[in-house]
């Protein structure tokens, strides 16, 4: 997606450690603006898939799951990392590592909220290691949902999660692909 | 406003210690539409205020904060809770209390995205015991911006921070007040 690459290329920062800083357009200060034409993507590749529910994680995901639901009509649900006092019930748990965090997450929807009726769109704003969307497909299978697609802000296509996907027939979307970076340049794959 | 209050009566539950949960459509899974509307109603509030950032906090504050900005056309910047890898730079800090989770958070924003020329609407999903709102007051005023208004989802009007803050006169609107709930009931103050 052109524009998005755009923004990457003149705001993103790379830093050292294999780091991409998009924080003053997309997971810190966000610009709702391309929000909604990355929505717009979103939809247009995902329309016929029967969509009736958008799964992403807490908290850099939420902005871009959100204007995307809005192109779907359908609700976000955001798991959580942490069991919070206005959580009760049953749960559905999967265990992920945060490269950005440097630790362990376990990822938490309420049962309720996830079931084997749901068509998922898991949105994220990040795909690296895979380590999140991974855990994201484990908590809808685990409830019996069916993952319809994966749509995803920025891959990290060095990183190598995403071709395996590819490979294995998940219809997965990123609307940047990098393949690679350092200080001073960022590699883009032709799409 | 009718339709938050209704989506309250309707599916909210309140938990033992006075917790009211409203995950099924705000602040786990979220009803991309009734926010629309929300974010409609906070417009016609603010919408001569000069606002040019909306400032929130994760996580459940960026959904509200996502929709909100379209109307205003300006960015989102939200708070975080910890440092992150993907942080870099000089920091804006606030401490604050989460009564949700128990714990003292340092509420952190970059420097380079929160200064004197911001015009900043606070946005946020509770209004309880005031603790997250102050800090975000705190970080706009450390940053020399100023904060036109305040627009919150759900005040919790007993327990008086909001009430506290009309009296200073500072520009918060509420879009539904609680007054008293406890498990069969939920009372809200006409508005």
Avoid at 92 to 116: D, G, M, R, W
């Amino acid at each position: 997606m052109e524009l998005l690459e755009k923004a990457i290329a003149e705001k993103g920062q790379v830093l050292p450690g294999g780091i991409l800083k998009v924080g003053s357009f997309l997971n810190n200060m966000i610009d709702v603006g391309l929000l909604s034409e990355m929505g717009k993507e979103i939809y247009a590749r995902f329309k016929d898939c029967g969509v009736n529910k958008i799964l992403t994680v807490e908290a850099s995901g939420i902005g871009i799951a959100c204007v995307t639901a809005q192109f779907f009509s359908c609700p976000v649900l955001f798991a959580k990392k942490s069991k919070t006092a206005n959580l009760s019930g049953e749960f559905i748990t999967a265990e992920c590592y945060s490269y950005t965090h440097k630790k362990q997450n376990t990822l938490i929807v309420p049962k309720e909220f996830l079931t084997e009726k749901d068509k998922v769109l898991i949105v994220d704003d990040f795909l690296a290691h895979g380590e999140a969307t991974k855990a994201c497909m484990e908590l809808a299978n685990k409830a019996g949902a069916q993952t319809v697609g994966i749509a995803i802000a920025i891959e990290k296509g060095f990183q190598g999660a995403g071709d395996e996907w590819r490979k294995q027939g998940i219809n997965l979307l990123s609307l940047a692909i990098i393949d690679s970076m350092d200080e001073n340049s960022i590699v883009f794959r032709k799409q």
